[in-house]
């Protein structure tokens, strides 16, 4: 597994959001999405009722897995399911393996994608899970066992109509086609129980590369609009897992310089630009972007900081916050990863004419291509690459058109954020008030 650039992770807290400590280590993420939901909600004047029924999660499963290690001692490790709206069709989000996974990040990002197959309209709610573990540290053997046994005690919750799980951080192809098999011995043959497999098993072409490929897409339509030159601009991109490297490679051939990258492990900074195919390879040869010839070491704090012109986060949340927001100078900041921007931090880059790109819409295309994958396993008929490439770019592209005219229409400029929340909630609004 790729290393992505880490920021410390929060522990819950009871204050509400505009009272925390906003640094990383603090943050609840909860309050931070229920934050956003809560503006878009006012501005549309959305009823205290429907408000209750979208903010609150269906189901949520909280489970231990024993695993056997291979030096023979038993572990017990977290794992948790949340399935958080489901009037749209059947709750669909990823599986994150992270050592600081918990019941509260987990609601958000449930939440999240609720709102995110809502926005580039796809008939899928919204669910997450995932494990509280260091992949990175479990042999191969370890991880396979944990896996099952996750799949194992979340079985009932799963379904080809009812929950899809996907890969998400720290989590692979592989460990999908783990959880196909698990989910296969009870119920048979089922590869549209889990979207992100390899291609073999059922799997999409263009899964793999899709959510930075909907990244890309996103910050070339935002230049478009915000009167950028997408060729030339100077890119920073912090996280090169799979969102960031790819991300990068596309970015890169469109024309952008991406003069910064970083990992887990620090960064590297050419002020020419970086040749990414190189930083693959010696990605390859190392396991970090870290030291790389012809660069200068940086670590995230300060690749957050460089003078670009596009700034993509695509690490895990709360990289950006009240503390270092002062310090981004990029134009245009794109979310590729989930929640990067706390509330106050997005505050301040707002009041300097910064534009965000949400995480909603920037990093959508994963679970679009997913729901490509899934149409695929339910009519078992296989797409070329370049019909899931010219659907996502439609998908894509659509809802931007949509979010952006929300935003600048009317006396009142909406933030991005909220524009797009306003788009998803609007959709899940109507089928909830169909349903009761």
């Not at 809560?38 to 959305?46: E, S, T, V, W």
């Not at 979340?154 to 080809?160: F, K, N, P, S």
């Not at 959880?179 to 291609?199: C, S």
């Not at 310089?257 to 900074?269: N, P, W, Y």
Request: hydrophobic content about 40%; proline content about 4%.
């Amino acid at each position: 597994m790729t290393a992505v650039a880490t920021p410390p992770k929060k522990a819950l807290v009871s204050k509400p959001v505009h009272e925390q400590d906003e640094r990383s280590a603090h943050l609840d993420f909860n309050r931070i999405t229920d934050e956003q939901f809560q503006a878009a909600a006012d501005h549309m004047k959305l009823e205290k009722e429907i408000q209750l029924l979208l903010r609150t999660p269906y189901r949520e499963l909280v489970v231990q897995i024993p695993v056997r290690m291979d030096d023979g001692r038993l572990e017990l490790f977290h794992g948790y399911r949340v399935q958080h709206n489901g009037v749209r069709g059947p709750y669909k989000g990823g599986i994150r393996y992270h050592p600081e996974v918990d019941l509260g990040e987990v609601r958000s990002l449930a939440g999240l994608m609720t709102w995110k197959t809502a926005l580039v309209d796809l008939p899928f709610g919204g669910a997450k899970g995932g494990v509280s573990c260091d992949p990175g540290k479990l042999s191969r053997h370890e991880l396979q066992s944990l896996t099952r046994g996750f799949t194992q005690k979340i079985d009932m919750a799963l379904g080809v109509y009812r929950d899809i799980v996907a890969p998400d951080a720290g989590t692979n192809p592989q460990v999908m086609a783990w959880i196909m098999d698990e989910y296969g011995k009870k119920h048979g043959y089922t590869p549209a129980i889990v979207t992100g497999k390899p291609v073999a098993l059922g799997g999409s072409l263009g899964r793999e590369e899709a959510t930075g490929r909907g990244v890309t897409m996103i910050t070339a339509e935002a230049c478009k609009a915000y009167g950028m030159n997408l060729r030339g601009a100077k890119v920073a991109i912090q996280g090169f897992g799979n969102v960031g490297s790819w991300t990068a490679k596309l970015i890169a051939e469109l024309g952008a310089k991406v003069v910064a990258v970083s990992d887990v492990f620090g960064g590297i900074f050419r002020p020419e630009g970086l040749d990414i195919e190189k930083v693959f390879e010696h990605i390859k040869k190392t396991g970090s972007v870290v030291a790389m010839h012809g660069t200068q070491s940086i670590d995230n704090e300060q690749l957050l900081a460089l003078d670009v012109d596009v700034l993509i986060p695509a690490a895990l949340g709360g990289s950006i916050d009240r503390d270092n927001a002062d310090n981004v100078k990029a134009k245009l900041i794109v979310e590729a990863a989930n929640s990067p921007v706390t509330p106050r931090a997005e505050e301040k880059l707002n009041q300097r004419g910064i534009h965000i790109i949400p995480d909603i819409l920037a990093n959508a295309g994963g679970v679009t291509v997913s729901y490509f994958e899934w149409v695929q396993n339910l009519q078992q008929f296989h797409w070329s690459l370049e019909k899931v490439n010219e659907e996502l770019q439609l998908r894509m592209l659509q809802a931007w058109k949509r979010v952006y005219e929300r935003s600048t229409s009317g006396h009142a400029k909406l933030p991005l954020r909220t524009a797009a929340y306003c788009e998803a909630l609007d959709k899940v609004a109507q089928a909830t008030r169909h349903r009761f």
